[in-house]
């Protein structure tokens, strides 16, 4: 409540335009979030997780620039995103990718495949923990 009163009278007062001014309309505008986190503590603080998982594609960005191709950029893409959805679903991506490349080749259908996506694996391994004795 204080923050909230210093928030409205300091709004008034301070110059727009001015570095502290854009703090304080940032800080009004954010307001209703920052309230939604002090009435339910089971919000996050901080988007850590999230900014973690994208850190290997900023730091991968220059990387691709030497591709060399449409088509390279496109696999490498598609790597990093079945590499971070492992990670995502609780499955090492080196054994993951070691067994999707083993069990890949005898895919038959479209449901073989999908039965490979990372969700599924983890999904198939935690059910097959829970039943052995």
Not at 29 to 50: F, H, M, S
Not at 102 to 128: V, Y
């Given at each position: 409540?204080?923050?909230k009163?210093?928030l ?10 001015m570095?502290l ?7 009004h ?12 503590g ?11 998982a994208?850190?290997p594609?900023?730091?991968g ?7 060399n191709?449409?088509s390279g950029a496109k696999?490498?893409a ?19 990718l070691?067994r999707?490349f ?9 449901a ?11 999904h ?10």
């Amino acid at each position: 409540d204080k923050l909230k009163s210093w928030l409205n009278k300091t709004l008034q007062h301070t110059p727009p335009k001015m570095a502290l001014g854009k703090a304080i309309q940032y800080l009004h505008n954010q307001w209703e979030r920052l309230v939604g986190y002090l009435e339910d503590g089971t919000y996050p603080i901080d988007n850590n997780p999230a900014e973690n998982a994208i850190r290997p594609f900023v730091i991968g960005r220059k990387n691709w620039l030497f591709a060399n191709s449409q088509s390279g950029a496109k696999a490498s893409a598609n790597l990093y995103s079945l590499i971070e959805t492992a990670k995502a679903n609780g499955l090492e991506p080196f054994s993951y990718l070691q067994r999707v490349f083993t069990l890949l080749p005898n895919a038959q259908s479209l449901a073989d495949i999908e039965a490979l996506l990372p969700w599924q694996l983890a999904h198939h391994d935690n059910h097959l923990a829970s039943t052995e004795v």
